[in-house]
């Protein structure tokens, strides 16, 4: 298999805060792993391994360090040599600091795809209060922050609104102990006000409504909304359909597309003219079983072209 480019899956966290279960879900995803040989580089061992048939089964081969000093330029290259893995599971040891990472040099083919904080919600509060900088400066830089074995009753939204003001970039879920896996945004999280008749979407909210109707289309299932767009033509839609939304730069100046909703309406797509769009929102289900978010036009006006060409995607 011709190796363009090896992705390290960093995962961080206290002992015991779930870093291998997650590695185990890493490994046994073929997204992730490119379905060649996955090297886990472990830093601490905590009371759950990795399980031999599950390491067999998809091609994953464990390494452990016992010492911050074994973790080198030198002995990363061994392995680049031995194993020439598609893709590297790094359980990183925080009492060995983040500064040691900076004075490694990867392997050619090596980078870093994610970093990944564990949290273990039974003790987030005691650690908040007693060993904060230790639990948090890995929160700091981390592009996802997963806080596991919530149970009834935790406050998530206190958590989500203390970890933002660490980290206003990263991505933020809470597993709960039936498996269940969720972003913890209630409706008084949001940007706009939930409870009105008329939801108004502001321009620069317009990302926000887009994400969060992806997550929980249901949230706006029979709410009304006034937001500024467009609409667009496209060639598998019937009659009195049209794709509502703006130009998004999903990741470079390279990928600009549209980003919105489905809309049954009268409207005429015309790819170019703004305006404001009154509709209901309705929870459908796809063909494939995906839940969405489509609109039901009420009444469009004149609206003016929006300050910024493209949307902003903020998180929650």
């Known amino acids: 298999m011709r190796r363009e480019f090896v992705p390290i899956y960093m995962i961080t966290g206290f002992l015991e805060s779930g870093k291998t279960t997650l590695g185990m879900t890493v490994l046994e995803n073929k997204r992730f792993t490119n379905g060649g040989t996955c090297l886990i580089i472990q830093c601490e061992e905590g009371e759950i391994e990795y399980d031999e048939a599950k390491l067999k089964a998809n091609k994953g081969i464990v390494v452990t360090l016992d010492e911050a000093e074994e973790l080198t330029t030198a002995q990363l290259a061994r392995w680049e040599t031995e194993y020439k893995p598609s893709c590297v599971i790094l359980e990183y040891n925080n009492m060995w600091g983040f500064q040691r990472l900076d004075e490694i040099r990867l392997p050619r083919l090596w980078g870093w795809a994610q970093v990944v904080t564990t949290v273990d919600a039974t003790t987030l509060a005691n650690y908040m209060t007693n060993m904060r900088k230790l639990l948090t400066d890995p929160m700091k830089t981390a592009d996802m922050i997963y806080v596991n074995r919530c149970g009834e009753g935790f406050d998530k939204a206190s958590w989500r609104k203390q970890i933002r003001a660490l980290n206003g970039g990263c991505t933020i879920l809470f597993e709960n102990l039936?498996?269940?896996?969720?972003?913890?945004?209630?409706?008084?999280?949001?940007?706009?006000?939930?409870?009105?008749?008329?939801?108004?979407?502001?321009?620069?909210?317009?990302?926000?409504?887009?994400?969060?109707?992806?997550?929980?289309?249901?949230?706006?299932?029979?709410?009304?909304?006034?937001?500024?767009?467009?609409?667009?033509?496209?060639?598998?839609?019937?009659?009195?359909?049209?794709?509502?939304?703006?130009?998004?730069?999903?990741?470079?100046?390279?990928?600009?597309?549209?980003?919105?909703?489905?809309?049954?309406?009268?409207?005429?797509?015309?790819?170019?003219?703004?305006?404001?769009?009154?509709?209901?929102?309705?929870?459908?289900?796809?063909?494939?079983?995906?839940?969405?978010?489509?609109?039901?036009?009420?009444?469009?006006?004149?609206?003016?072209?929006?300050?910024?060409?493209?949307?902003?995607?903020?998180?929650?």
């Open 178 to 316: 039936d498996g269940s896996v969720e972003d913890g945004v209630r409706d008084e999280d949001l940007p706009y006000d939930m409870k009105a008749a008329v939801i108004e979407i502001s321009e620069d909210q317009f990302g926000t409504l887009y994400l969060d109707s992806m997550d929980h289309p249901e949230r706006y299932d029979g709410k009304t909304l006034r937001i500024v767009g467009q609409a667009y033509r496209k060639k598998e839609f019937p009659p009195g359909f049209y794709y509502f939304g703006r130009q998004a730069m999903t990741c470079c100046a390279e990928d600009i597309q549209a980003c919105g909703w489905v809309c049954k309406g009268e409207r005429t797509p015309d790819n170019k003219t703004y305006f404001t769009l009154t509709a209901r929102g309705k929870r459908v289900v796809s063909p494939d079983g995906r839940a969405a978010l489509m609109l039901y036009e009420e009444k469009t006006e004149k609206a003016k072209v929006p300050r910024e060409e493209f949307v902003s995607f903020v998180n929650i």
